[in-house]
């Protein structure tokens, strides 16, 4: 795999750290979870342990029990981080310093390491002590401003979209910083915070406001800009119909058979669309609940307009081109049996996916293992064990 013999030690919990060690996990780095002895049965998130949230964000890694607030936790801690690649954590950014592991204190004892870190804020200014939780991120960083419909007050969207855009960020923030490394023989901070993705999330509605001065609004499921795009109601269901642009209306307007729409001066042209935008879309409900979702959708796409239903997550591992894709990956768990979990979207022409993941460890199920490999033996063990140290 392109990571194996890079070695990881996992400070992180919560989401958006965990979903940053994964991606090097998955891609065959050798993780070393750091967990609490005498761990809860649930997870940072208030999930069970055995749950899925908890399964899917911490397969293939090894889990060490290590209590960082002894003189033995530490110690081993930095034993580890002496050949460690990698660190990786998700504390409140002043936490890191009080415990003496920050990337300054590991450093000293490995230069080549990186050190990833994500806050909710920054590692610094005004708000850097501050708790951060993606649905705060969401509302701060403009999310909830523009999702829903327009006057029904701001929405969240459905899912964690700054934890997970901000690990992603994270991960491949780590693999720059070790492609450097190769190059100049150190490592180095990485870091990322949650209002920083989102407010990268934001993409062209930030552009917009950024470079033109415009802030934009909730839309609903119609598109922020492009006319003639948007979600509607079919004889039997709801899809989503891609018809911006000049090329891709004549093609819908001969699928849809309405003619009519092309030669109609409020309608014939890109800026007579987006100016009789509400018409429009009245128009275009009338005419979409004439046939059904799979109609819509063969008639749509066999004339090259971008057309999906609208699938509840069901049906979306039912999909043929998803389930030929594979991403539900299979593990076999000792404890909890048979499992699938959410699988890599990345595909690597040189390596095969990896479609045979380990799974999530239980509380300290390699301590003994890990420690072994630093050289303590039954004896050593069982004395750190007595100190509360492991």
């Known amino acids: 795999m392109p990571l194996d013999g890079f070695k990881v030690i996992d400070l992180t919990a919560h989401r958006a750290g965990p979903t940053a060690v994964r991606q090097l ?15 809860s049965p649930t997870d940072a998130t208030g999930g069970r342990r055995s749950g899925p949230d908890f399964q899917n964000l911490h397969r293939n890694k090894r889990s060490l029990t290590l209590n960082l607030k002894t003189a033995e936790g530490l110690k081993i801690f930095f034993e580890l981080a002496k050949t460690a690649d990698v660190v990786v954590e998700n504390f409140k950014s002043n936490v890191k310093f009080k415990l003496g592991i920050d990337y300054e204190a590991v450093k000293k004892v490995n230069p080549r390491v990186v050190y990833g870190s994500i806050s909710g804020f920054g590692q610094d200014g005004p708000y850097e002590g501050r708790p951060g939780v993606d649905q705060i991120a969401q509302g701060m960083g403009g999310l909830m401003s523009i999702t829903g419909h327009a006057g029904g007050g701001p929405v969240r969207v459905g899912i964690a979209i700054n934890d997970t855009s901000a ?19 150190v490592g180095q901070w990485v870091s990322t915070s949650l209002i920083e993705a989102q407010i990268y999330m934001l ?12 802030v934009a609004g909730q839309e609903g499921n119609s598109h ?5 795009t948007g979600m509607f109601q079919t004889a039997d269901g709801y899809i989503n119909v891609a018809a911006s642009g000049d090329s891709l209306w004549a093609r819908f307007c001969e699928a849809a ?4 729409l092309l030669t109609d001066p409020d309608y014939a042209t890109t800026p ?11 128009r275009l409900v009338e005419i979409m609940r004439t046939r059904t979702n799979d109609e819509w959708v063969e008639v749509m796409n066999k004339a090259g307009v971008p057309c999906g239903p609208i699938n509840t997550i069901d049906k979306v591992f039912a999909d043929p081109q998803v389930q030929h894709l594979g991403i539900a990956t299979k593990i076999d768990h000792p404890k909890y049996g048979p499992q699938k979990v959410v699988g890599q979207p990345i595909h690597l022409s040189s390596h095969p996916q990896p479609s045979t993941l380990k ?18 033996d039954e004896a050593g063990i069982a004395e750190l064990r007595a100190k509360g140290a492991v």
């Open 25 to 39: 996990a998955d891609w065959g780095a050798d993780v070393i979870k750091i967990e609490a002895p005498g761990g």
């Open 359 to 376: 799974h999530t460890p239980e509380p300290g199920e390699h301590s003994e293992e890990i420690l072994r490999g630093l050289g303590y």
């Open 224 to 228: 922020p800009t492009a006319s003639g």
């Open 203 to 214: 993409d062209f509605q930030a552009a917009r406001y950024l470079i033109k001065g415009e």
């Open 272 to 282: 007579a669309r987006s100016k009789n935008r509400t018409a429009l879309n009245a």
């Open 257 to 260: 058979e309405a003619p009519d």
């Open 167 to 185: 690990g992603l960020l994270l991960a491949n923030g780590i693999v720059l910083a070790l492609l450097d490394r190769e190059r100049t023989g």
